[in-house]
């Protein structure tokens, strides 16, 4: 069985990494963040072969989702989001005035993620990572040791706790008791900067080892 396509590369203003994960049998894709660039993302969907069923946030924070309205709009994907990241979601324009970034609207979203949902692309499952934000996710691929860590976990870091309903405890319990119990080798895809692993940062991040 042919693993899953994934591709990662950094998008918008702020160098959010989107990511793009598809299905080789069904040729059916999730995309992770698409936080700018909708015509880059579209073009390598296509040059990919897939066709784009859901566009999944790791949180709502701007950098996140400035092409998702785009997005939408171009192949009918439906948006998903935690709920408890709505009230951010609600306050998209606010966020792009504080930052000087040009606001594209976005509708609301379809569909309200939930801890341990499986992933349209039936290959993955989400998890609830508060702390960064309140609807923090991560997106699991356990076939292959893939995770999406958004902006909880980064390489030597972690996210910051500092915004709107960010909580250092809950980020601390979110990377010890979901991030760091899954297997040692999975590789994770950062919501900024490059891939690091698990095994990687339970020995050597210096915010919060195993």
């Known amino acids: 069985m042919p693993g899953l396509i ?3 590369f950094p998008v918008g203003p702020l160098q959010c990494n989107c990511t793009i994960i598809g299905d080789p049998v069904t040729r059916k894709a999730v995309v992770v963040d698409p936080g700018g660039d909708h015509q880059f993302i579209l ?3 296509d040059e990919l072969g897939l066709t784009v069923v859901s566009i999944i946030h ?3 924070h701007l950098d996140h989702f400035l092409a998702s309205g785009e997005m939408k709009k171009a192949t009918g994907a439906t948006l998903h989001l935690h709920k ?3 009230f951010l979601w609600d306050n998209l324009e606010m966020q792009c005035r504080l930052f000087g ?3 594209s609207p976005v509708p609301a979203p379809d569909h309200w993620l939930h801890d341990d949902e499986e992933l349209a692309c039936g290959c993955g499952v989400a998890l609830h990572t508060p702390g960064h934000t309140p609807g923090s996710m991560s997106f699991w691929f356990p076939a292959d040791r893939l995770l999406i860590a958004g902006d909880t976990l980064f390489r030597r870091g972690i996210g ?3 915004l709107w309903g960010g909580d250092s ?3 601390e319990r979110s990377i010890r008791q979901r991030l760091y119990t899954l297997d040692e080798q999975a590789i994770v895809v950062t919501g900024h900067g ?3 692993s698990i095994g990687e940062e339970m020995r050597n991040n210096p915010f919060i080892r195993a």
């Open 6 to 8: 994934r591709e990662t």
């Open 43 to 45: 073009k390598r969907l």
């Open 58 to 60: 790791t949180h709502a």
């Open 84 to 86: 408890e990241d709505q």
């Open 101 to 103: 970034v040009p606001y």
């Open 160 to 162: 910051r706790t500092d």
């Open 169 to 171: 405890r809950s980020i």
């Open 194 to 196: 490059p891939d690091t």
